[in-house]
């Protein structure tokens, strides 16, 4: 029996500030397998950003799940900007034929200072090596993050209440 309810309970959503959030795949299957299916997933996470709801910070897709830092904008509430991603991104996945790809409800944790910002980054980038993956960060196709690119500006961040 889901939960997911539980996962609102003091959910908050604060325009500017940034938030680590988990997106798991339906029963936990390694639905994110195929590049041409990540790609557009990637693509439904760009989109957002091209429409000025959210500024992507770092993401990986895993084979089972996704992890997502992103600043929201004041254009929606954190709710909104996942519900409108997991709509796009599994009316995609059913043009590949296939079903449900997404578990109900969200992890979300509220970014509170520069360290923690930090901290999600490199726990984000690291997740395919602690999962056995690759041996090697480079090596894994399906993630990225603003620090990549050194000219990449870094938009000014709430912390706190």
Not at 76 to 81: I, Q
Not at 87 to 103: C, D, E, I, M, P
């Amino acid at each position: 029996m889901h939960r997911s309810y539980l996962l609102r309970k003091g959910r908050v959503s604060k325009a500017n500030h940034y938030y680590a959030i988990t997106l798991v795949c339906h029963e936990r299957n390694n639905l994110f397998t195929s590049l041409i299916i990540n790609r557009a997933v990637i693509n439904e996470m760009r989109g957002l950003e091209r429409e000025q709801l959210i500024k992507s910070n770092t993401f990986v897709i895993m084979p089972n799940h996704i992890h997502w830092l992103l600043q929201l904008s004041d254009s929606a509430t954190l709710s909104e900007v996942i519900r409108s991603f997991k709509g796009r991104s599994a009316t995609v996945y059913r043009q590949f034929g296939r079903q449900k790809l997404w578990q109900k409800g969200f992890y979300d944790h509220l970014i509170r200072n520069t360290e923690d910002l930090n901290s999600c980054a490199r726990y984000i980038v690291a997740n395919p090596l602690r999962a056995n993956l690759i041996e090697n960060i480079a090596d894994y196709p399906y993630w990225d993050s603003i620090y990549l690119n050194s000219q990449q500006r870094v938009y000014p961040a709430t912390f706190g209440n």
